[in-house]
Structure formats: C-alpha cells, structure tokens
C-alpha cells in the first residue's frame, strides 16, 4: 500500500468505489471444507474473488488461521497478498497490545512479516504501548473503545473520573484517547460495536475525527441504519462496516456483498445530509463570547468583504478575504493571538513558524499571547549576512506549529513547509485564522499535515446571517461558489 497514512488510503478506496464495507475473512471450521490451512486460505480465497469490487478494506481474523501452527500463520501471510493484488487495504484483527518492547515486535509481525496496513489493538496499557503501532505514518490502528460482545459493558461501562474531574464510563476515557492520539500520530481510529448504538452517539461526541470499525451488524444484531447515524462523518467517511458470515453464507457472495453496500450507501445518503444540516444549525452554537465578538470585528473592519471581486486566478468571487487589515487595530490583532491559544493545546512543538507575510503579524500576536518563540522562513533568500532562509532561534530536529492566516486549497503552503523541513524542523501541525473549506485540510492530510483553524467559513457564514449582517440570498450565494471552488485529492 502506498501514497500515505492508512486512513488517506483508506478514504481514497472508499471514495473510490463509494463503499463502507469491510468483508471479514472469518475462516470458522464449520465453513471449511476441511479443518487445514489451505482450505482456510481457499476459503478466503473465494471470498476476496468475489467481494473486491464492492468494499473498501478487508480485515482477516488472526486467530482462525493461527491455531493451525506455523502452517496457518503462512496462510494468513498468502490471504493478506492476495488482497493486495486486488489493491484493497487490509486491517489485521489481532488486537495487539503490551510494553514497548512486545508492542515493536507485534508491529514487526503485522506490518512487516505479514505485510498488513492497519491493526486492531488493546490500549489498556497507556499510549507506550500503542506508539510503536502508530509510529509508522503509513500504518493504522483501531483500539478497543466499546466492543459489540454480550460482555462488553463489564468493564468497559466502569463510571471513571476524566481529566476534569468529571465522571464518565470507562469508554469515553478511551474513546478521548483515541481522538488525542489519532490528532499526534494521525492514523489511530477505534472499535465501536453496532450492537451499542447510544455509546456510539456518546463516543462520536467526544471523538469526532477518528474513523469507527463498527462491528456486529448482522449476525450479531447491530441495527444498520442506527449505526450509520451515529457513527459516520458529515463527510460521508469516518466509518467502516465490518461483515463475515453475512457475506461468506451467502449463496451468492458477490450479490450479497453488493446488497450490504448498496443498504449502508442509502443510510450513508440520510445520515449526511442530516449532520450537515445539523453542522450548519450548531456550527457556532458553542462559540464564547471572545469568540463572537471577534467574528463581528472581522465583518465590521472589512477582513471580509462581499461583492464581486476578480481573483488572481481570474475567477469572480462573490466574496474577498483579506487578513492583512488587523495590524491596523492592535485590539483585534491582540484578540486574534488570544484566539489561537485553544488550537495548540495537545500539540507537540518547541516554537510557532507563522508563513510570510500575512501571517507574520498574526503569529507574532499568537507568541506574544502564549509567551511562545516564533521563527519564519523567508520568501527569498538572505545574500547578505548570515544568509538565512529561517529566520529566529531553533535547533535541527525541533518540531513546528505552522501559524497562517487562511487556507483555501493549501497549495501555497507547501513552499513555507519545505524551508522548515531543509532547515531541518519538523512539520506536522498547521493551524489558520480562517478554513475557506475549499480541500485545503484534504490536501494538507493527503501528504500528511493536521490542520485546525479557529473559524471555518461556513461558520461565520450562518452566524453572521443569524446576526442579519448577511441574507440567505447572499449566504447561498457564497456556499455555491465554495462548492464549485473545491479542490479535489
């Protein structure tokens, strides 16, 4: 598997054939035409043939094929080749987990020996051992958050005390882990059990970006429809529906397979346009005051400007950004700085690099709000002097926070990265003033960068037309022209 982490393959393949599912490669004795490894890798076998067109991972069960000894381990190694001659991701049910050590030699098993790209795995023992299984970029995990066993709730249901102080069970603890650890290594995702529909509601809240393997539709009595609802994104991903028996019992795998993609597909329809009318309706709800006025200050100053306007790549927009004006106004400049502090908390980083020139005001707000050092790297070259591209004080091997002003499609970013990185800093993080949403973030994490942002635009949009400084003509109007403005991956 190439062309970055697991989970921008991964969505790529789902985008790609428009699935959801994930066929489990569940060889159970009974489904055998006899109890050896070859008719368990027959069996598989058969089962990718038929069902490649129609899912976007496998995930083969480790235990039905190591309790055959060291013949079934070959076997699984033979599975797992023949889903990648079929360019299909596969996610290893192993559910790994233990000291560092163990934990490395578990990632060895499944990444390299096995050639698997994502695993499930067991957090119980804290982040150090879940890192060597999250250190190759390339790689996934799924952790146990709430699985769909009968007994599930026995310890996972535990009323625990979060860091707040605050009561909650056991699983939104892990389910929060899962969303801290999948913002610092980007490809941590988690196991939710369909057959536990409002935990799921209550997990997707606390986590809202890690991807979801949803196990127990079908045999076990997970209710599809409920799943979807509650578990995929407002960008129609974020979810992966695992099926076996279904499938392999089937008289016809192929169509069956199609059947369950189809049916998660119409759930999938509903559910979006449900979470983005939602989005839209709270996007703001939850905003401070601070938070508020600035959105009002930034109207009120001409940040935002809306008209018609030609752009530099000759479109006409019906709207103008220009986040140069705040170094007028201290005041607000002082409240942006303030605004960014939220975003960088549970980032790793030794000093913000805001990117030339819009940002360089900004970031120097953001460092003097957080008492945080700031470095650049210039447009051009320094022919004098010390001849420096960054400008600051940093060591080789430091890592960043990318400061900036908007980000539209993320194109112009790379160049600022690049400087960084030759410098020898790390990149990981950006965080911006304004999201146009225009495939920015996409972009960013298809070549592996995290974006936030203190507003995205169609945020401001709705509460600015809840404030009556905008009509529904003209906020219709600008979200047309975001639509046909997206850059796609």
Not at 178 to 207: D, F, L, S
Not at 259 to 275: F, G, H, P
Not at 327 to 353: C, D, K, M, N
Request: charge should be neutral; aromatic fraction near 8%.
């Amino acid at each position: 598997m190439s062309g970055g982490s697991f989970f921008d393959v991964l969505s790529k393949e789902a985008c790609k054939k428009n699935t959801l599912l994930c066929v489990g490669l569940d060889p159970h004795s009974k489904e055998l035409k006899e109890n050896t490894p070859e008719a368990a890798k027959e069996f598989c076998a058969k089962l990718i043939e038929n069902t490649h067109e129609y899912c976007c991972c496998y995930k083969p069960n480790a235990a039905f094929f190591e309790c055959f000894g060291a013949s079934g381990v070959e076997a699984l190694h033979q599975v797992i080749a023949l889903c990648k001659e079929k360019g299909v991701p596969v996610l290893l049910d192993a559910k790994r987990g233990d000291i560092g050590s163990t934990s490395e030699a578990y990632a060895e098993a499944a990444y390299k020996a096995a050639n698997a790209d994502a695993l499930t795995a067991s957090p119980y023992m804290g982040e150090d051992s879940m890192e060597p299984l999250m250190r190759d970029s390339s790689k996934g995990i799924f952790i146990l958050t709430r699985t769909s066993n009968p007994g599930a709730s026995d310890i996972q249901s535990l009323s625990v005390v979060d860091d707040s102080g605050n009561r909650a069970p056991l699983y939104e603890s892990v389910a929060k882990l899962a969303q801290r650890w999948n913002e610092k290594y980007g490809n941590c995702g988690m196991v939710v059990g369909a057959t536990a529909p409002n935990e799921m509601v209550a997990i997707r809240k606390v986590a809202p970006d890690p991807w979801i393997l949803a196990p127990g539709v079908g045999f076990q009595g997970g209710d599809l429809g409920a799943t979807v609802r509650a578990a995929v994104r407002a960008d129609g991903l974020g979810l992966l529906l695992p099926v076996s028996r279904g499938i392999s019992r089937a008289k016809d795998q192929s169509a069956e397979a199609k059947k369950l993609r189809d049916a998660i597909n119409d759930e999938r329809e509903k559910a979006v346009v449900a979470k983005v009318a939602q989005e839209k309706a709270e996007g703001h709800a939850g905003w401070t005051e601070s938070k508020k006025k600035l959105a009002d200050q930034l109207m009120e100053v001409g940040c935002v400007k809306f008209g018609t306007f030609t752009l530099k790549s000759g479109l006409t927009s019906p709207i103008y950004i220009d986040l140069r004006i705040p170094v007028a106004y201290p005041r607000l400049l002082a409240a942006i700085g303030e605004a960014f502090l939220p975003l960088l908390e549970g980032l790793e980083f030794t000093q913000l690099a805001a990117l030339p020139y819009a940002a360089m005001p900004i970031g120097s707000a953001v460092s003097l709000a957080g008492s945080i050092p700031m470095i650049y790297p210039r447009k051009e070259s320094k022919a004098y002097g010390t001849k420096a591209d960054i400008e600051g004080v940093f060591k080789a091997g430091e890592q960043v926070v990318v400061i900036d002003d908007l980000i539209t499609t993320g194109d112009s970013k790379f160049e600022g990265f690049a400087k960084l990185e030759s410098g020898g800093l790390k990149v990981k993080d950006v965080v911006v003033l304004i999201d146009r949403e225009s495939g920015g973030a996409d972009l960013l994490a298809a070549k592996g960068y995290n974006l936030r942002a203190v507003f995205k635009f169609r945020d401001l949009l709705a509460y600015w037309q809840e404030q009556g400084k905008l009509t529904p003509e003209q906020v219709k109007e600008v979200d047309a022209f975001l639509l046909s403005s997206v850059k796609k991956v």
